[in-house]
């Protein structure tokens, strides 16, 4: 799904949304010299595996990721990130533009969401790529993750 059908789509179901058009970014701190103007939750994004599954990590921006205690929270076997390939053939983007809304092509959702429940508190509105990384959709969390489940994806909050 590309931006247009994303943006659509939250037309569709009436979902409020703000959209911030920038120049291609890569990080997160990129991202936020031209959304540094509006308040929502910064996000990293980050695609993971272990032998079995496949997890899409939404952490704060500022945070360092723990792969040990995510493995210990998650039970999952020895955590490491995704190849580029299986970024472009699950999530059907490429690296700079991983965001929750690649779930969308997870046609088999297989990719498990996990979610800090430290980015949860800091504010009820995130910031995420639809599936490219020159735009930023700010959209209610709450929002975001009922869709993710309704995608058929399952949502995890854990405190990282």
Not at 77 to 105: D, H, M, W, Y
């Amino acid at each position: 799904m590309n931006s247009e059908e994303i943006l659509s789509m939250l037309d569709q179901q009436q979902i409020d949304y703000q959209v911030v058009n920038h120049p291609a970014v890569y990080t997160a701190e990129e991202a936020d010299k031209y959304t540094a103007d509006y308040d929502f939750a910064r996000a990293k994004n980050l695609f993971l595996h272990d032998k079995q599954h496949l997890y899409l990590v939404m952490m704060r921006d500022d945070q360092r990721l723990d792969m040990k205690q995510l493995r210990q929270q998650l039970e999952s076997g020895r955590l490491s990130f995704a190849k580029e390939q299986q970024l472009t053939a699950i999530l059907g983007v490429t690296t700079g533009a991983v965001s929750p809304f690649n779930l969308l092509n997870d046609q088999q959702h297989q990719v498990k969401a996990v979610v800090d429940k430290g980015l949860l508190a800091e504010s009820p509105l995130i910031g995420c790529h639809p599936n490219v990384n020159t735009q930023t959709v700010i959209i209610k969390i709450s929002d975001l993750l009922e869709m993710i489940r309704q995608w058929g994806n399952e949502v995890i909050q854990i405190l990282l």
